[in-house]
């Protein structure tokens, strides 16, 4: 039995897929001479998110009236799930590394959202191989982003509370600066502050264009960070929260493929070419394009410790496993039938880290915290770690402990 599983994985693990991601990887190792255009890559972006979305809906028309509580209380499960997930990560880091409490805040953010990019390599791996799943998952994949924003926004308005300076030191942390006391006669002054904030917050409002390349490869400068400071649960933050790009792209997706199937329109039946055909080779570019970021951001571990790699490449797992338990106890608990890949797609959605909404979030919310780091670890440690050994390994974890959930 374990020589099957090994054989398994090895199959999955080299899958041309994958390989596409291996390459990508090595260019910056080898020192190629070649740029992937950014315009390109937010081109491909958008479609992935609409495909993915626009498929779902088709798949969400066709449920029952009678599996609508069913598939409500599985994405509610997901979102209490990566609820956890970010607070495990937080106290997680605390003993396995020596980052500062806004980083650690940050990354459990990332770590409690998800990830698009992850979630279609996981689809046409799953679909590759012949594992069938559940198609209305982009749903949970849309509800399972936010939780990490929230997760991130409450833990650093924690720290503000305690004492957090501008530099994002807190007061018993070696770095802190001393906040300079006003004096009773410089009220004008405050006003004039504050008006500054309103007019620096109404800037932000007016910045926040359609724009994915800030919010995927974001390159922040510290001075920059601090002019562009917003109130956290401002509207600008919430925004980023509820209506950023990528999860309106998502969400769009979704309600034009459900109200097209309910009109009898269904792209997945019609063997549409851009969105049907075209997917593969799209997510072919896509991950030879990540593994060249993933490849760069591994430079920004250096100073992060071995911890913080352990837990990048190792944490995953956890959560994902998580994932699958937590999910088999709800088909059992509800009688509910999930397909094979449900299950593993869900072990993604627990086990994968944002790096699309949460730098956007972290831009305007958090900049007290490291630019970097948080994106060192969800796409040079767990984006690759996920797609080339996790997704695989899911796979037979899942086969594993379907034996204890027979009736599942």
């Given at each position: 039995m374990l020589y099957e599983l090994w054989q398994n994985f090895i199959h999955n693990l080299f899958k041309p897929l994958l390989l596409f991601f291996y390459f990508g990887f090595l260019i910056p190792i080898l020192k190629v001479r070649f740029e992937f255009p950014y315009v390109i890559y937010?081109?491909?972006?958008?479609?992935?998110?609409?495909?993915?979305?626009?498929?779902?809906?088709?798949?969400?028309?066709?449920?029952?009236?009678?599996?609508?509580?069913?598939?409500?209380?599985?994405?509610?499960?997901?979102?209490?799930?990566?609820?956890?997930?970010?607070a495990l990560t937080y106290l997680l880091l605390r003993y396995l590394t020596r980052l500062r409490r806004v980083d650690r805040a940050t990354v459990a953010g990332y770590y409690g959202s998800d990830s698009a990019g992850t979630f279609a390599t996981c689809v046409a791996v799953l679909t590759s191989v012949g594992?069938?799943?559940?198609?209305?998952?982009?749903?949970?994949?849309?509800?399972?982003?936010?939780?990490?924003?929230?997760?991130?926004?409450?833990?650093?308005?924690?720290?503000?509370?305690?004492?957090?300076?501008?530099?994002?030191?807190?007061?018993?942390?070696?770095?802190?600066?001393?906040?300079?006391?006003?004096?009773?006669?410089?009220?004008?002054?405050?006003?004039?502050?504050?008006?500054?904030?309103?007019?620096?917050?109404?800037?932000?409002?007016?910045?926040?264009?359609?724009?994915?390349?800030?919010?995927e490869h974001p390159e922040w400068d510290g001075d920059t960070l601090q002019r562009k400071k917003a109130p956290l649960f401002s509207r600008a933050i919430l925004q980023e929260v509820f209506?950023?790009?990528?999860?309106?792209?998502?969400?769009?997706?979704?309600?034009?493929?459900?109200?097209?199937?309910?009109?009898?329109?269904?792209?997945?039946?019609?063997?549409?070419?851009?969105f049907v055909a075209a997917f593969q080779?799209?997510?072919?570019?896509?991950?030879?394009?990540?593994?060249?970021?993933?490849?760069?951001?591994?430079?920004?571990?250096?100073?992060?410790?071995?911890?913080?790699?352990?837990?990048?490449?190792?944490a995953p797992n956890a959560f994902a496993t998580l994932g699958i338990l937590g999910a088999y106890c709800y088909a059992n608990l509800t009688d509910t039938h999930f397909q094979p890949g449900t299950y593993v797609l869900f072990a993604v959605l627990c086990g994968s880290a944002s790096y699309?909404?949460?730098?956007?979030?972290?831009?305007?919310?958090?900049?007290?915290?490291?630019?970097?780091?948080?994106?060192?670890?969800?796409?040079?440690?767990?984006?690759?770690?996920t797609v080339t050994i996790g997704i695989p390994l899911y796979i037979e974890i899942n086969h594993a402990v379907a034996h204890w959930f027979p009736s599942s």
């Open positions: 937010q081109g491909l972006t958008m479609y992935l998110l609409v495909a993915i979305g626009w498929q779902g809906g088709e798949e969400l028309a066709k449920v029952k009236p009678a599996e609508i509580d069913n598939i409500a209380g599985f994405v509610a499960l997901g979102f209490a799930l990566n609820f956890v997930i970010g594992i069938a799943f559940d198609a209305y998952m982009p749903v949970l994949l849309a509800f399972m982003e936010i939780p990490g924003c929230l997760v991130a926004l409450y833990l650093v308005a924690r720290l503000r509370h305690r004492g957090m300076d501008d530099s994002g030191y807190l007061p018993d942390e070696h770095g802190y600066t001393a906040p300079v006391k006003v004096g009773p006669g410089t009220a004008a002054q405050r006003e004039r502050a504050e008006g500054v904030d309103e007019r620096i917050e109404r800037g932000i409002e007016e910045e926040l264009e359609f724009s994915l390349e800030k919010r209506l950023n790009p990528g999860l309106i792209l998502l969400v769009g997706g979704i309600a034009i493929g459900f109200i097209g199937a309910l009109q009898g329109q269904k792209v997945v039946h019609d063997q549409n070419e851009l080779g799209v997510l072919c570019l896509f991950l030879l394009e990540m593994g060249m970021t993933a490849s760069r951001k591994l430079r920004d571990l250096k100073l992060a410790g071995s911890g913080f790699i352990v837990f990048g490449l190792l699309i909404t949460l730098p956007a979030v972290q831009r305007l919310g958090i900049p007290e915290a490291s630019p970097t780091l948080p994106l060192a670890a969800a796409l040079g440690l767990t984006f690759s770690y």
